[in-house]
């Protein structure tokens, strides 16, 4: 099985930040605190919309608030999204944050295809950000102070991803895209979301 890269920032100008980018650090710094002291955010939606982006903006507007991605908490191409990947992420972060203590979590290697042996610690802070699809699915997103939802059209999802990962794991995206859709539809995860944001345009709604 290939692996797909590293998950970073495009910086190709096909992902747009939205405009409004401090308006959601000013929202955020205003909700209360739902994980002990931390404000968590939770962005959230379908693989290749912008979360990846949008996250990175988002921590530099909160004054460089750390980032968890889901890509380093699925257990490769075929992780269930919802349901033991929540108590994972809650056994490994959120528990912790909630007492004020180091959470932390096992990055996935996907060229190995398995969880690394290394910790890697993530304090509790004031402001955390976790970006990814099933970021903000049940038993997670009811200790979040605010949940963002993006999207953009599936043909421009797969597109960004096998551009970013190459047209040999079309495959795995197409098959992911299924079933993070499934999910989505029972988590009934954008109805959940206090903002929505246009991965393709940048535009917000409440």
């Known amino acids: 099985m290939m692996a797909r890269p590293a998950r970073t920032p495009r910086d190709d100008g096909s992902v747009t930040i939205p405009r409004s980018v401090s308006e959601l650090a000013a929202r955020v710094a ?14 959230d939606g379908p693989a290749g919309s912008g979360k990846t982006t949008l996250a990175g903006a988002l921590a530099q507007a909160l ?3 750390p980032v968890v ?10 992780q269930q999204l919802g349901g033991p990947l929540s108590a994972r992420i809650d056994a490994w972060l959120l528990k912790a ?3 004020g203590s180091a959470g932390r979590y096992r990055r996935f290697d996907w060229a190995r295809e ?5 910790w ?19 038993g997670i997103r ?10 953009a059209p599936a043909d421009v999802r797969l597109a960004r991803g096998l551009d970013r990962d190459g047209v040999a794991l079309e495959g795995h995206w197409l098959a992911w895209q299924a079933r993070e859709a499934a999910h989505f539809a029972a ?20």
Do not use: K
């Open 187 to 206: 988590d009934r995860t954008r109805e959940s979301a206090h903002v929505i944001i246009d991965g393709t345009t940048g535009s917000t709604a409440n």
């Open 142 to 151: 009811d200790r979040a102070s605010l949940v963002i939802w993006v999207e």
């Open 30 to 43: 205003q909700a209360p605190a739902g994980c002990g002291q931390t404000r968590l955010v939770c962005i």
């Open 69 to 78: 991605h889901m890509d380093d908490l699925y257990e490769g191409w075929t």
């Open 97 to 99: 944050w909630e007492l």
């Open 114 to 118: 398995r969880f690394a042996e290394t």
């Open 120 to 138: 890697v610690p993530v304090p509790a802070a004031p402001v955390i950000v976790l970006e990814g699809c099933a970021s903000a699915a049940r």
């Open 63 to 65: 004054g460089g608030a």
